[in-house]
């Protein structure tokens, strides 16, 4: 019972991050069901699972708040699609020795791309950027490799359909930030139902922690809304660092544990990289609630200045001349 709860717990966590930077879910769930000791194949299946309930809230979620582009998202969804069925019979494939390195890689890689995202910081656009359907030298086609190998390394590796195309599109400009990340989580819904049929199809469907993933789903529904609210009002830099490192730490530990690190040294790491992830989240939270409270105090100040002038100006119009006699 307790397993179960942290798995809620993680569900809603690894959603309210997804859902609100477009990256995160997979790669998150999919490190701590390593390190909870899953193989590969069966933690990367239990996590596409739930992400097929989390996906279908998100993208009615996200589609509410109109941050769904519905054609990229076909785009993308449908060799997405292609891509993590192929994927999710590639990790079946592989023995538990070869596959474990190669997703425990993956993922170090994954967490590296995100936390260098994020400290190098977005560049600024002008908003909003909207879809152009004929870029001179970005063609519409070019989402379909997009879409396809985000969705083979999303199932192969148990996350990175979010780190592909998110971040690739955010670089592009071909959409505002909002709608990037309304539109990637809109199309998750076809990669997790595709891997979810080739894990299906090549394990056993006994072998799948259906309580788990249940668990997974019933916190990342759960989040999925206040997600897409927090999207256009969430510190997006500090957040996204606390995701890569946790990620990065996450990924080390499974490595090191192949290597038959003694317990007590990864025990050590462990409490390190969770309080200072504590320590990044908390930072974020504060300064989201500092840049409110400035934006709010700065609103309040401009309008009083003008009501102040505005004031002045009537007092001045109204104020009764004296003319002296001649």
């Known amino acids: 019972m307790g397993l179960l709860l942290?798995?809620?717990?993680?569900?809603?966590?690894?959603?309210?991050?997804?859902?609100?930077?477009?990256?995160?879910?997979?790669v998150l769930s999919m490190s701590l069901l390593l390190a909870a000791g899953l193989t590969p194949a069966i933690a990367s299946a239990t996590v596409h699972i739930a992400k097929i309930g989390t996906a279908v809230a998100s993208g009615v979620a996200h589609w509410r708040f109109g941050n769904v582009d519905l054609t990229i998202a076909v785009l993308l969804g449908i060799p997405g699609a292609i891509g993590a069925y192929l994927g999710a019979v590639v990790l079946s494939g592989l023995a538990l020795g070869a596959a474990r390195p190669y997703v425990s890689a993956v993922l170090l890689a994954l967490g590296g791309v995100i936390l260098l995202r994020f400290l190098h910081g977005r560049r600024e656009r002008p908003e909003p950027v909207e879809f152009n359907p004929e870029p001179p030298k970005r063609p519409r086609w070019l989402l379909a490799p997009l879409g396809f190998i985000g969705?083979?390394?999303?199932?192969?590796?148990?996350?990175?359909?979010?780190?592909?195309?998110?971040?690739?599109?955010?670089?592009?400009?071909?959409?505002?930030?909002?709608?990037t990340i309304g539109t990637v989580n809109a199309a998750e819904l076809a990669v997790a139902v595709a891997a979810s049929v080739g894990f299906l199809q090549s394990l056993a469907a006994a072998d799948v922690r259906w309580d788990l993933a249940a668990a997974m789903l019933v916190g990342g529904v759960l989040a999925a809304a206040p997600a897409a609210w927090l999207v256009?009002?969430?510190?997006?830099?500090?957040?996204?660092?606390?995701?890569?490192?946790?990620?990065?730490?996450?990924s080390i530990d499974s490595l090191l544990s192949l290597l038959q690190t003694p317990e007590w040294l990864l025990m050590i790491i462990r409490i390190v990289g969770l309080v200072a992830t504590g320590a990044l989240m908390a930072a974020a939270f504060i300064r989201a609630r500092r840049e409110a409270r400035d934006a709010k105090t700065a609103a309040a100040e401009a309008t009083a200045d003008t009501?102040?002038?505005a004031t002045a100006e009537a007092t001045e119009d109204t104020t009764p001349r004296t003319i002296k006699p001649a």
């Open 6 to 26: 942290i798995v809620v717990a993680v569900g809603f966590v690894a959603q309210m991050i997804d859902g609100s930077l477009g990256m995160g879910f997979g």
């Open 151 to 179: 969705g083979f390394v999303d199932a192969s590796g148990g996350g990175g359909w979010g780190p592909v195309t998110t971040s690739t599109l955010v670089a592009s400009g071909r959409l505002s930030a909002r709608t």
């Open 232 to 250: 256009r009002h969430i510190n997006e830099r500090t957040l996204g660092l606390a995701v890569g490192f946790l990620i990065l730490l996450l």
């Open 307 to 309: 009501t102040g002038d």
